[in-house]
């Protein structure tokens, strides 16, 4: 990685994309008494390049986001692939959508490498990444417009004044936000693998890619597409390090199939738990196949399968 902070490098990279894309650029606007609103929400044309725009963000841009044909006639939808070879600090400390904010009537989760600077999340305790900067970076899933009392929270978390903080947001039913999140494939795996206990300081390099789902009716409707993208459709490949036996113990638990709620769609497993998050298996979360490559002795061990049968029932009914 390179010398710059988290927060630098993404907002170097936003600067050099505002300067030649007119669009985002208009989409751009202060916020009175806060900092600058990003709003890639965007119908029709650019809304794709708007979310590989918030994807790259996300991961301070340390990694390739693209979007790659399908697989064929079972999956034959357009994934978004995304290559790191600093996964630690682009999906772990940056992209994971970590930060829940919740100001007055204001709810999102809140992703990019603000949270580096906020450091409140346990998960940093494990990883490291947290810096002090001078200004900050987010992304947030929401169709509400922050104002200036968002800005004055983040601002309070991370040290830095409301005037310094650019934050992009668009709506999980949307079509950036929908590539946004699929674009979590290898981030999905990662947070799985810690939640196990795996030493992710082994993980040296990753890729993956998810399917996109088509732009839902309503944010509920788009939660469950975007997370059964990932459940039955994403494959991620990781270069890691060390021995094979806790590979092969660990990786087995990894894939969604795992999970005691795998094999229905999320919007059902939500609805089936009264809508709370927070009772479904925290280990259904995670990308359908995973494969590790150890580079120390050379051996592959691959785990889960894709699902395109539930893929087909989640975004074509």
């Known amino acids: 990685m390179s010398d710059a902070q988290l927060n630098e490098r993404a907002w170097s990279f936003v600067e050099a994309k505002l300067a030649v894309n007119e669009l985002l650029a208009s989409r751009c606007a202060g916020i009175e008494g806060g900092g600058r609103v990003i709003d890639?929400?965007?119908?029709?044309?650019?809304?794709?390049?708007?979310?590989?725009?918030?994807?790259?963000?996300?991961?301070?841009?340390?990694?390739?986001?693209?979007?790659?044909?399908?697989?064929?006639?079972?999956?034959?939808?357009d994934r978004v692939f995304v290559k790191t070879s600093e996964p630690i600090a682009a999906c772990m400390a940056?992209?994971?959508?970590?930060?829940?904010?919740?100001?007055?009537?204001?709810?999102?989760?809140?992703?990019?490498?603000?949270?580096?600077?906020?450091?409140?999340?346990?998960?940093?305790?494990?990883?490291?990444?947290?810096?002090?900067?001078?200004?900050?970076?987010?992304?947030?899933e929401t169709r509400q417009?922050?104002?200036?009392?968002?800005?004055?929270?983040?601002?309070?978390?991370?040290?830095?004044?409301?005037?310094?903080?650019?934050?992009?947001?668009?709506?999980?039913?949307?079509?950036?936000?929908?590539?946004?999140?699929?674009?979590?494939s290898v981030e999905t795996a990662l947070h799985k693998l810690h939640e196990l206990g795996f030493d992710l300081s082994r993980v040296r390099a990753g890729s993956g890619s998810a399917p996109i789902p088509p732009t839902a009716a309503d944010d509920l409707a788009a939660i469950g597409r975007t997370n059964d993208a990932v459940l039955y459709g994403a494959r991620v490949e990781l270069e890691?390090?060390?021995?094979?036996?806790?590979?092969?113990?660990?990786?087995?638990?990894?894939p969604s199939c795992a999970s005691e709620d795998h094999g229905a769609l999320?919007?059902?497993?939500?609805?089936?738990?009264?809508r709370d998050f927070y009772r479904i298996d925290p280990g259904l979360f995670s990308p359908a196949e995973i494969t590790f490559h150890n580079t120390d002795t050379g051996n592959e061990f691959t785990f889960g399968r894709l699902e395109p049968e539930l893929l087909g029932r989640s975004f074509l009914e």
Request: charged share 20%.
């Open 145 to 184: 417009r922050p104002s200036a009392e968002v800005f004055d929270f983040i601002a309070s978390k991370t040290g830095v004044e409301p005037q310094n903080i650019t934050l992009a947001i668009a709506p999980t039913a949307s079509i950036a936000g929908g590539v946004q999140v699929v674009a979590r």
């Open 40 to 77: 890639c929400g965007i119908p029709g044309d650019g809304a794709q390049e708007a979310g590989l725009f918030l994807a790259r963000l996300t991961l301070c841009d340390l990694a390739e986001v693209s979007i790659v044909p399908g697989d064929g006639s079972e999956t034959p939808f």
């Open 240 to 254: 890691v390090t060390g021995d094979d036996e806790s590979i092969s113990e660990l990786g087995a638990r990894t």
């Open 94 to 140: 940056s992209q994971y959508a970590g930060w829940q904010l919740s100001i007055g009537d204001f709810f999102a989760m809140g992703s990019g490498p603000m949270r580096a600077a906020y450091g409140g999340e346990e998960l940093f305790a494990d990883i490291g990444h947290v810096e002090k900067a001078a200004r900050v970076i987010g992304a947030l």
């Open 266 to 274: 999320f919007i059902e497993i939500f609805e089936r738990y009264d």
